[in-house]
Nanobody, 110 residues
Framework: QVQLVETGGGSVQAGGSLRLSCAAS????????MAWFRQAPGEGREGVAG????YFADSVKGRFAISRDTAKNIFYLQMNNLKPEDSAMYYC???????WGHGTQVTVSS
């Protein structure tokens, strides 16, 4: 089965860090296809990071980073100095295939 599975979300205090993982199952994703989006309650989906040009939203520049583990076929989002406004459901997507994961919840206490 071709799918993406996000893990690593949770509840943290402001200023803390989390690393989200996106594991591709049933296929191997291509370089520069992967990206992270997020959606907070009452808000639309926002592009966070990734894609062909390694885009980063202005709100996360200097705090978030992306990487991958080629051997394990996993795409990561490292989130540092988290803020309450970062609280959202985070989704991994393969932009080349239009494939989305189910999301992982990130909650940052204020």
């Amino acid at each position: 089965q071709v799918q993406l599975v996000e893990t690593g979300g949770g509840s943290v205090q402001a200023g803390g860090s989390l690393r989200l993982s996106c594991a591709a199952s049933g296929y191997t994703y291509r370089d520069n296809c992967m990206a992270w989006f997020r959606q907070a309650p009452g808000e639309g989906r926002e592009g966070v990071a990734g894609g062909p040009s390694s885009y980063f939203a202005d709100s996360v520049k200097g705090r978030f980073a992306i990487s991958r583990d080629t051997a394990k076929n996993i795409f990561y989002l490292q989130m540092n100095n988290l803020k309450p406004e970062d609280s959202a459901m985070y989704y991994c997507t393969d932009t080349c295939l239009g494939l989305w994961g189910h999301g992982t919840q990130v909650t940052v206490s204020s």
